[in-house]
């Protein structure tokens, strides 16, 4: 039974570069959450999606990044025409249905360094 | 919104003594406080939660006790290890599946 999947495990992009984060949930998952990770800091919350849904955004920068949870594959983290300071850690984690955050299991993340 | 803030940022302790890392948080509405512990280059894993309704949970050598009046809980690790030396995070929930972390502590385990 695989964890949450993140790919890929380190992501270089130069400035202006698109990046993007995806992220498997467990099996019978289908809540998932994104977090960032700045250096000597705590994960803050960036967004929440179940198949097909955005639920809560309230912690997405306005402009540049978008994520979406299709019906079939990973969710993916959008970062468009990225910048020295989205260099982070992404953090995925998923929960069962109906469990809110008692249920999440985190993925091992995504180092983006932006160069 | 809610605010977590966590005491101390580092901590060093001798192998076999008690380390205990303080968090205090902010909205009377959150309900669940979860720990993570975070290996360098791994994702935070979850050793231990509670919920509002109970003011002590133990699970072998980690405890953590919570406070609703003054807004507080605490990670009790008894008998450390080196294996034990890592970042550890608190967190806080309420009514929606959002987390509020702290901004972790280093806890490191003396051999």
């Known amino acids: 039974n695989a964890g949450v999947m993140q790919n890929p495990r380190h992501l270089v992009r130069r400035r202006g570069q698109e990046a993007r984060l995806r992220c498997s949930p467990m099996?019978?998952?289908?809540?998932v959450y994104w977090y960032r990770q700045l250096p000597e800091e705590g994960l803050k919350f960036m967004v929440y999606l179940q198949k097909e849904n955005i639920i809560d955004e309230s912690g997405m920068p306005k402009e540049r990044f978008s994520a979406e949870f299709p019906k079939e594959g990973p969710s993916i983290l959008r970062i468009q025409q990225v910048v020295r300071g989205d260099s982070a850690a992404y953090f995925c984690a998923s929960s069962p249905p109906g469990t809110w955050a008692y249920g999440y299991t985190f993925g091992s993340g995504t180092r983006l360094t932006v160069v | 919104g809610e605010n977590v803030e966590q005491h101390p940022s580092t901590l060093s302790v001798q192998e076999g003594d008690s380390a205990v890392i303080k968090c205090t948080y902010s909205d009377s509405a959150s309900n669940y406080f979860p720990w993570y512990k975070q290996e360098l280059g791994k994702g935070p894993q979850l050793i231990i939660d509670?919920?509002?309704?109970?003011g002590e949970k133990k699970d072998q050598r980690i405890a953590v006790t919570l406070n609703k009046t003054a807004k507080h809980f605490s990670l009790h690790i008894t008998e450390t290890q080196p294996e034990d030396s890592a970042v550890y995070f608190c967190?806080?929930?309420?009514?929606?599946?959002?987390?509020?972390f702290g901004k972790g502590i280093t806890l490191s385990v003396r051999p």
């Open positions: 099996k019978g998952h289908s809540h």
């Open positions: 967190a806080a929930s309420g009514a929606n599946s959002k987390l509020t």
């Open positions: 509670i919920r509002s309704n109970v």
